[in-house]
């Protein structure tokens, strides 16, 4: 252990302080319903206006919402193809590539830059020579940071884009200043415990089409006519007479439904959210002016407009960031890859390909990593880090 300072850093922490423990028995004590209900409806109402989006679904959890989105999509905008054609990033989350498996989807994958995290104009032009065209652009604004959608919509204009924002809560596009979740026909957050605010488990989805929005309620309750808005339920069960409206099923569905209990957590934490963040960007901000500059430390996206997840160290050699990780670890700073590291490396994909190169994504799978950051953490807190490394040589 080193004798200059010892760290307790996890990657999160508890953000369910007394406030949430009080309105949770408060509920408790006083309703009669725990499935998905009133306060379901008004977390997702009270999301929809702190987010800008006009329509939110409140899921069982992220993996969920992207299930759950790209399965509406392919039957509301792509109602004669059982098969999409998907680009996505190959630094992803699993379960988000899972998804396209599971549904049976074409994906290839495209590298992602330094700057934003943002797919790079060289493999969009390699998948183009390849011959392929996309049904589906798939983003993922990684940790905070969002994707550029300007150049994103230069290079695949009059594409469906979906956005996952499981990681990027209030994350705002550099050159618009939109929150990232906005720009795409649909978007998705994950309300996990170790991400910006939370709901023990739980997702959110947001979408712009009211006619998809109708659909995904349906979808999210096994298929059900009755979850439908009001006007699209009467079309439906008007078409099919024959069938006791209670219990009519127009679309294929699943239970991702959640409960009450979830939304009066989201609800709590969602008045702190702005505040929580707005600590997570100064911690960035000073993080990336003390690591900028030193000879080992590569680069970092600039710090305006994001909503920092995690405190990522970008390293000019693979070496030195494996000698960190071991450093962070016996001072009580843990560690884990950049997000999984570029996931053509994973076992679950052992079946695919890609079918250009990744420079970046394969450097950040063996030069990268990241350390926690929340709002518990304080400016004082990376100076204190900063000033042990410069001791210890880094």
Not at 2 to 14: A, C, E, G, I, R
Not at 42 to 60: K, T
Request: proline residues 5%.
């Amino acid at each position: 252990m080193t004798p200059y300072s010892v760290f307790d850093w996890p990657l999160q922490k508890n953000t369910i302080g007394w406030e949430e423990r009080l309105a949770l028995t408060k509920f408790v004590l006083t309703s009669d319903r725990f499935t998905n209900g009133p306060e379901c409806r008004q977390f997702e109402n009270e999301w929809s206006e702190w987010q800008g989006a006009p329509y939110s679904l409140y899921v069982a959890n992220g993996s969920v919402a992207n299930f759950l989105l790209l399965d509406a999509v392919r039957e509301y905008y792509f109602p004669d193809k059982k098969q999409l054609t998907i680009f996505a990033p190959a630094i992803n989350w699993a379960t988000n590539i899972s998804t396209f498996c599971q549904q049976n989807h074409n994906v290839y994958f495209y590298d992602i830059d330094y700057d934003t995290y943002s797919p790079t104009p060289e493999s969009a032009l390699q998948l183009f020579q390849k011959g392929l065209q996309p049904d589906v652009i798939y983003l993922t604004h990684v940790l905070g940071i969002s994707n550029d959608m300007e150049r994103i919509k230069e290079l695949w204009p009059h594409v469906a884009i979906i956005e996952d924002c499981c990681e990027s809560h209030g994350a705002r596009d550099a050159k618009t200043n939109v929150k990232v979740g906005n720009t795409g026909i649909g978007s998705t957050f994950s309300f996990y415990f170790g991400h910006h605010m939370t709901t023990i488990e739980g997702g959110m989805i947001c979408v712009q089409d009211k006619k998809l929005y109708n659909l995904l309620r349906a979808k999210r309750s096994h298929g059900l006519s009755r979850e439908m808005l009001p006007t699209y339920r009467a079309d439906i069960q008007e078409k099919y007479p024959d069938v006791d409206p209670t219990f009519l099923f127009p679309t294929k569905g699943y239970n991702f439904r959640n409960v009450e209990t979830g939304a009066v957590l989201g609800r709590t934490q969602l008045k702190k959210l702005d505040s929580w963040n707005e600590q997570r960007s100064k911690n960035y901000a000073l993080f990336r002016e003390e690591m900028i500059d030193r000879p080992w430390f590569d680069t970092l996206p600039k710090a305006n407009g994001n909503s920092a997840m995690t405190l990522p160290f970008h390293c000019k050699d693979s070496k030195i960031a494996t000698e960190l990780k071991k450093f962070f670890q016996l001072i009580g700073i843990e560690t884990r890859p950049f997000l999984v590291g570029n996931l053509l490396r994973q076992p679950f994909m052992e079946d695919y390909n890609s079918l250009i190169d990744l420079p970046n994504s394969e450097r950040m799978h063996t030069h990268s990593f990241y350390i926690g950051n929340n709002h518990f953490i304080k400016e004082a807190d990376i100076k204190k880090l900063s000033k042990v490394m410069d001791k210890c040589g880094y």
